[in-house]
């Protein structure tokens, strides 16, 4: 495989993507077939399978050019598989197709996500070199640097302050926006950040940032307005500990458009009786707001919350690009990749252990509230 | 789709206790009533949110020593329109890579990373719905789990497994040689992207009505056949708007490709990140290589917005 993909790189991209693309789904198209003909009686299918039980292993350990020994275990592990798939309580083939459809995926999830992450919560208690257990210390060394503890404080400010303002400002804009002329237009001007990319945006807001020295024209939008009101310019970037505030305005500027989506479709969910029964109770527009819509979203509301919380505690393209972590701007996630970079790989893991630390109890519970909803459904 | 707008219809759901039916909502009365206070505060709001887009937009065609000096709000009185930003960003290298190469090097990496990783969870999502096996649904809740894990986690190891072939010290792979290209980048973003893939596909797929299934099943159709000729096209719906959020998610993705897209293969993210590093004050050249970088992902947007929006809908449990 290797072999394959050095000679696919020295290809012109055009040409590698209809390349990559095509062998991938020939690949599956021959699975499929040999799914499809799996469960078929008589002597050659059956001899088709056999083949194909031995020699997917085969070949698949073939390609990735692992040891011998390894694919030697392979041919074995299929001729056992075959056996098993012969004796399936399904009938004949029922293993053999399951196999095909789940193992793909399932394999590469198994190799690329699940053992890494068990690698990594090993490594996070060893030595820079990989070769000492020093238990926690990793941990210790982060929580007693002050860098380490300002980097947990900030991720902790981004998670405290973000998800709560994007959501009230998309919340707000979602209810109004349905009495406008025009909703689509607004929807896609707010929604269209959601689009662009961290980094694009990140520039985007360095130029809105930008400062000159007082006696000079800015170029920067932001302080403009700050010189037009009478004040004097700031460098938002370098300002602590208000830079970090700069940077979450970037991320609330691109995921308001998302709350605003989102709550907007489940605004439109809530049923005229319940308002117009409000409305003869007496209730004003705010009350109403209140006590009847934001009620009848609740659910939504908490996705939304759960979801920008999530990703504002993982949150690493906005600071790498606007500050890089300068001026005490730094959160986990640059950090590990900061530690990364310094061949730190027992530290980056730390940091990375504490990351998932911090994000599982938001996601159990956005996965429970789910949950609980389909089962109301 | 219906997977897709699940949140609202679960929302729906737990407001009231009656079920189906064409009810009167919110909506429908609302738009009796516009307000022009409504109007004028949405027109302040979407102002506010395009002005920063907009003002790198002319910026980026402004002539350098303009940009440099006044604002961009200003460019009516400082006449000077110029494409020129454009074409030295293209060709600004850093690290031996131009922009324009970037820029084709995302291409590469996202079309197969967008692909690959919707076949393949497509056909985990069949497996899932409509096979029975023992321990299905603790799988299935284990494969739901994966999307909690932050990608970090699997940085290290997985930059190892790579590099050297090894998983725990163990030789799994022959290790890719750095001749390997986009590979460890299309790997990478396939594994990432797979579990939310599976879990969205999986509850579409299993939506689809069991007659359609089991009346194939009577014409002799084996489960290859049904994937292929049912209920992949069925499903075109969902794969479709999952496969604009992977497209997005991954022309945009900037960690991933800082650890395994290096020297040549970079794509534009990476690029504009180490512009910004190096070169921070060349506003001529960051906001046209801004603009190059969001401009596929804007069209994108606005032409299939649709798709998107249900993507997000059904995926705003993201993890």
């Known amino acids: 495989m290797a072999a394959f993909l050095g000679w696919l790189s020295t290809l012109s991209p055009w040409l590698e993507i209809p390349i990559i693309i095509g062998v991938f789904l020939i690949a599956v198209a021959v699975l499929l077939f040999f799914i499809e003909i799996a469960p078929r009686a008589g002597r050659a299918y059956t001899i088709a399978r056999l083949a194909a039980c031995v020699i997917f292993p085969l070949a698949v350990m073939w390609i990735l050019q692992s040891y011998w020994w390894a694919i030697a275990a392979a041919g074995v592990l299929g001729l056992l598989f075959f056996w098993l798939d012969q004796r399936a309580r399904g009938g004949v083939g029922s293993l053999f197709q399951l196999f095909g459809f789940l193992a793909p995926a399932l394999i590469l999830l198994l190799v690329g996500l699940v053992l890494p992450v068990v690698q990594t919560l090993v490594q996070s208690m060893f030595n820079s070199r990989g070769d000492t257990f020093i238990g926690l210390d ?50 896609i001007l707010v929604f269209l950040p959601m689009a662009i990319s961290f980094v694009g945006a990140s520039i985007i807001w360095r130029f809105m940032y930008t400062a000159r020295p007082v006696d000079a024209e800015q ?89 920008i919380a999530i990703a504002s505690m993982k949150i690493f393209d906005i600071v790498r690009t606007m500050t890089a972590g300068a001026n005490n701007t730094s959160v986990l996630a640059n950090e590990m990749y900061q530690q990364f970079r310094s061949f730190e790989p027992g530290r980056s893991a730390a940091y990375a252990v504490i990351l998932f630390i911090l994000v599982l109890p938001l996601v159990i519970y956005n996965a429970r509230q789910l949950k609980a909803q389909r089962e109301v459904r | 789709m219906a997977t897709t707008e699940e949140v609202v219809a679960t929302t729906q759901a737990v407001t009231t206790t009656a079920k189906g039916g064409a009810r009167p909502t919110l909506g429908d009365a609302k738009r009796r009533l ?27 065609f402004r002539p350098r020593v303009e940009i440099q000096t006044t604002g961009w709000w200003t460019a009516l009185q400082n006449w000077g329109w110029t494409t020129e930003n454009y074409a030295e960003a293209l060709n600004t290298s850093t690290g031996g890579l131009s922009l ?86 299309w790997i990478a973003h396939t594994i990432f992207g797979l579990p939310l893939a599976i879990f969205l596909l999986h509850n579409f797929i299993a939506q689809i009505p069991g007659e359609v299934i089991e009346a194939a099943r009577v014409d002799g159709a084996g489960h290859g056949q049904i994937f292929f000729r049912i209920v992949l096209p069925l499903s075109m719906p969902a794969i479709a708007s999952f496969a604009i959020f992977q497209f997005l998610w991954v022309w945009n993705d900037l960690l991933v490709a800082l650890i395994f897209a290096d020297g040549n293969v970079a794509p534009i993210t990476k690029l504009l990140a180490q512009m910004v590093g190096q070169r921070g004050e060349d506003w001529h050249l960051l906001t046209a290589g801004a603009f190059i970088a969001i401009i596929v992902p804007l069209l994108v947007f606005l032409f299939l917005q649709r798709y998107f929006v249900r993507g997000l809908l059904a995926g705003s449990a993201k993890g």
Not at chain 1, 154 to 176: D, E, K, Q
Not at chain 2, 102 to 122: E, G, Q, R
Request: glycine content about 6%; charged content about 10%; hydrophobic content about 60%.
């Open chain 2, 100 to 185: 324009l190469g970037a820029f084709v090097n995302s291409f590469a990496i996202t079309l197969p990373a967008a692909i690959i990783p919707l076949i393949l969870a497509t056909l985990a999502a069949y497996g899932f719905a409509w096979m029975e096996f023992r321990g299905r649904n603790l799988l299935f809740v284990l494969v739901f789990a994966l999307q909690i894990v932050p990608i970090q986690m699997a940085f290290i190891p997985l930059l190892q497994l790579f590099a050297r072939g090894e998983l725990f010290g163990f030789p799994i792979i022959q290790a890719f040689s750095d001749q390997a290209g986009y590979a460890q980048v």
């Open chain 2, 34 to 60: 516009t307000s022009p206070w409504a109007t004028i505060a949405a027109i302040i709001i979407a102002a506010i949110w395009t002005i920063p887009t907009f003002g790198i937009l002319v910026s980026s």
């Open chain 1, 219 to 307: 170029i920067g939008f932001v302080n403009q307005i700050i010189v037009w009101l009478g004040g004097s310019p700031v460098p938002f970037l370098q300002v602590q500990p208000w830079n970090t505030l700069a940077l979450i305005v970037v991320f609330i500027w691109i995921y308001t458009g998302f709350a605003m989506v989102v709550l907007s479709a489940a605004i439109k969910g809530v049923p005229t009786e319940q308002m117009e029964a409000a409305e003869l109770d007496g209730a004003n527009a705010y009350e109403r707001f209140m006590n009847v819509v934001v009620p009848g979203i609740r659910p939504s509301l908490v996705v939304v919350l759960t979801t």
């Open chain 1, 138 to 187: 990793n941990f210790v060394w982060i929580f007693t640097q002050p860098q380490g503890i300002r980097t947990v404080v900030n991720t902790i400010v981004w998670v405290l302050i973000a998800p709560v303002v994007s959501t009230v400002i998309g919340l707000i804009y979602a209810y109004f926006i349905d009495k406008t002329r025009g909703e689509k237009v607004y929807k």
